[in-house]
């Protein structure tokens, strides 16, 4: 489980600066799309701020091997990158969003999702 909150802890905390840090460019990266109002430029802060949460509470869990914080932790991410998965096939599918990075990002939580539940399972 170490190695596992320790590369999530590296994704989002590197996904969360971008998105604090440059919303539209990230998105317009992500999907084709900038983000076009103060609103969404806002929004996508905030998501980068979440991020970086979830990137924060990854490497402080990091040691968490053995608990039941370590598992909820990895259930979280869990959620959180099956999450993903189905908003980016959302966006290409149901919005006709599309770029380069689109199809790596799905793969990448999809990769990032079995790990977490190949974790779980393995404690059990």
Do not use: D, K
């Amino acid at each position: 489980m170490n190695p596992l909150l320790i590369v999530t802890a590296l994704i989002e905390v590197a996904a969360g600066l971008a998105l604090l840090l440059l919303p539209s460019q990230t998105a317009w990266l992500l999907f084709g799309s900038p983000l076009g109002t103060p609103a969404a430029l806002v929004v996508g802060r905030l998501a980068g701020v979440a991020l970086l949460t979830l990137g924060v509470a990854c490497w402080l869990g990091r040691s968490e091997e053995e608990s039941r914080t370590g598992n909820a932790l990895v259930g979280a991410m869990l959620l959180y990158n099956a999450a993903a998965v189905a908003l980016i096939f959302y966006a290409r599918i149901g919005l006709g969003l599309f770029t380069r990075l689109l199809w790596p990002a799905a793969l990448l939580h999809a990769v990032m999702a079995t790990w977490c539940v190949a974790c779980l399972r393995s404690r059990r």
